[in-house]
């Protein structure tokens, strides 16, 4: 069925990711999955290539900046001790016109394994991510079991759709093509004109690690006390995190009382119904988050400005907005550079929630007090993170697993220093639990 897929023209957002693509800050992102228990080598890597024969652009290269086509080969599993380094050949930095965008390791011990995968986000966003290695956790169980996969089948021809726009319209109220047009310009020129800064920090003479991360994992009750705040104030835990994460942002760059600007891109997931046989590729837009440094000095407005602003992305579809900006500036000469120059910061960070990653798995498996079985691993944590460009210093996910919140940065060290990587990340998480306890002191004090 593939033959007839390729050549496949690449979408606009694929060749913006191209365009935005350079040597020192890759658009590529790493997926790390942390399991406890044995496993198989022969039988993890066959589930592997089982899992790569179910996602196309996962084993493809691109031709001319204008195609994908089946690469010559595939990516082989690079097995190490646990505490050996990971150092990826040719550094971070995949180009696509001469291999396909995945890389995978497996460190492992007696009793430990942990499961790096890097991708590059023209061929794979996160989504596809969860689906592609949920697919290869599902081959792996049923195969430690002595049994078929039972994968529920895959339309590869689907991927030639990909691209299309996916406007979510009320057919009682129709959107008109000019007004569509209208808010893409606006959104476009304040994007232009709004500026945002950058995170306070200088040129360190370190490289960046790999795969980088830091993150902090709360407890089960103070993952359950900031849902309960939200809630309190009638917002929701995403709205929480990013009230929380502007508040940072300001503290940080000691802008308490500036009017500079804050912005927070969040990666948008454009799935539908019909794409529930997909297989893995880039399918999301972005949706911004921009407010002043001063406006956060207070905090509960700010949480229902933020709430408000969610709902209306929502409603909007933002992510298919900045989708549509990409194509038509694709057509105008030199306009890109407005989205991928390295000299300008394009927002001050990003911030992704995946909630529990493993519900995007196409195939449930098994759990043990939350956590998902695989053979006799049981993956006890994910950590990722989007890429990082230039000017934008630091970039965040969240995640909840098992019913604990893992809040997940990557830091440019370059930029900001390990050190103040991880200060940048340890006031995030005293914000957080400011606000965990915020309800509970004033019940107090009532």
Same mark, same amino acid.
């Given at each position: 069925?593939?033959?007839?897929?390729?050549?496949?023209?690449?979408?606009?957002?694929?060749?913006?990711?191209?365009?935005?693509?350079?040597?020192?800050y890759p658009m590529t992102y790493v997926a790390q999955f942390h399991f406890r228990g044995t496993v198989d080598r022969e039988d993890w890597e066959a589930a592997y290539h089982e899992a790569l024969d179910r996602h196309p652009l996962l084993t493809s290269v691109v031709q001319g900046r204008r195609f994908w086509v089946p690469a010559s080969g595939r990516s082989e599993i690079v097995w190490l001790g646990l505490e050996e380094k990971i150092v990826p050949g040719g550094g971070e930095y995949i180009d696509l016109s001469q291999q396909a965008g995945i890389r995978a390791w497996m460190n492992v011990s007696d009793d430990q394994v942990r499961l790096t995968v890097q991708f590059h986000h023209a061929c794979c966003d996160g989504i596809? =991510?969860?689906?592609?290695?949920?697919?290869?956790?599902? &081959?792996?169980?049923?195969?430690?079991?002595?049994?078929?996969?039972?994968?529920?089948? @895959?339309?590869?021809?689907?991927?030639?759709?990909?691209?299309?726009?996916?406007?979510?319209?009320?057919?009682? +109220?129709?959107?008109?093509?000019?007004?569509?047009?209208?808010?893409?310009?606006?959104?476009?020129?304040?994007?232009?004109?709004?500026?945002?800064?950058?995170?306070?920090?200088?040129?360190?003479?370190?490289? *960046?690690?790999?795969?980088?991360?830091?993150?902090?994992?709360?407890?089960?009750?103070?993952?359950?006390?900031?849902?309960?705040?939200?809630?309190?104030?009638?917002?929701? @835990?995403?709205?929480?995190?990013?009230?929380?994460?502007?508040?940072?942002? &300001?503290?940080?760059? *000691?802008?308490?009382?500036?009017?500079?600007?804050?912005?927070?891109? !969040?990666?948008? *997931?454009?799935?539908?119904?019909?794409?529930?046989?997909?297989? &893995? &590729?880039?399918?999301?837009?972005?949706?911004? !988050?921009?407010?002043? +440094?001063?406006?956060?000095?207070?905090?509960?407005?700010?949480?229902?400005?933020?709430?408000?602003?969610? #709902?209306?992305?929502?409603?909007?579809?933002?992510?298919?907005?900045?989708?549509?900006?990409?194509?038509? /500036?694709?057509?105008?000469?030199?306009? @890109?550079? @407005?989205?991928?120059?390295?000299?300008? =910061?394009?927002?001050?960070?990003?911030?992704?929630?995946?909630?529990?990653?493993?519900?995007?798995?196409?195939?449930? /498996?098994?759990?043990?007090?939350?956590?998902?079985?695989?053979?006799?691993?049981?993956?006890?944590?994910?950590?990722?993170?989007?890429?990082?460009?230039?000017?934008?210093?630091?970039?965040?996910? #969240?995640?909840?697993?098992?019913?604990?919140?893992?809040?997940? !940065?990557?830091?440019?060290?370059? !930029?900001?220093?390990?050190?103040?990587?991880?200060?940048? /990340?340890?006031?995030?998480?005293?914000?957080?639990?400011?606000?965990?306890?915020?309800?509970?002191?004033?019940?107090?004090?009532?």
């Open positions: 069925m593939t033959d007839a897929l390729f050549p496949l023209p690449l979408t606009p957002f694929e060749r913006y990711m191209l365009a935005d693509d350079r040597r020192d596809g =991510c969860f689906q592609f290695v949920g697919d290869w956790l599902a &081959a792996y169980h049923a195969r430690s079991n002595g049994a078929n996969s039972g994968l529920a089948p @895959l339309d590869s021809l689907a991927l030639a759709e990909r691209g299309k726009s996916r406007w979510k319209i009320d057919q009682s +109220a129709p959107v008109s093509r000019w007004r569509t047009l209208r808010t893409t310009c606006s959104e476009l020129l304040k994007f232009a004109v709004r500026r945002p800064s950058p995170l306070r920090g200088n040129r360190t003479h370190q490289e *960046n690690s790999f795969p980088g991360y830091r993150h902090h994992t709360f407890s089960k009750g103070e993952s359950r006390r900031l849902r309960t705040t939200a809630s309190q104030a009638n917002a929701n @835990l995403n709205d929480l995190l990013l009230r929380d994460l502007f508040v940072t942002l &300001a503290d940080w760059n *000691n802008a308490a009382q500036s009017k500079e600007w804050l912005q927070i891109a !969040m990666p948008s *997931n454009l799935r539908g119904r019909g794409d529930a046989d997909l297989p &893995a &590729a880039n399918v999301i837009g972005y949706a911004f !988050m921009v407010c002043r +440094a001063r406006d956060c000095a207070d905090e509960s407005k700010l949480l229902k400005v933020i709430g408000d602003s969610t #709902a209306d992305i929502r409603e909007r579809n933002a992510g298919q907005l900045f989708l549509d900006g990409i194509t038509r /500036l694709q057509n105008i000469p030199g306009a @890109l550079s @407005l989205f991928t120059s390295p000299r300008s =910061c394009a927002t001050t960070t990003v911030f992704s929630n995946v909630g529990d990653h493993t519900h995007r798995f196409y195939s449930r /498996l098994p759990r043990v007090s939350g956590r998902s079985i695989t053979g006799k691993l049981t993956l006890e944590r994910f950590l990722g993170t989007p890429p990082l460009r230039p000017l934008t210093k630091a970039v965040f996910l #969240a995640t909840i697993y098992a019913g604990e919140l893992t809040i997940i !940065m990557r830091g440019d060290d370059r !930029m900001l220093g390990r050190d103040n990587s991880q200060k940048l /990340l340890d006031r995030f998480v005293g914000q957080l639990l400011r606000s965990s306890t915020a309800e509970e002191q004033i019940a107090a004090e009532d």
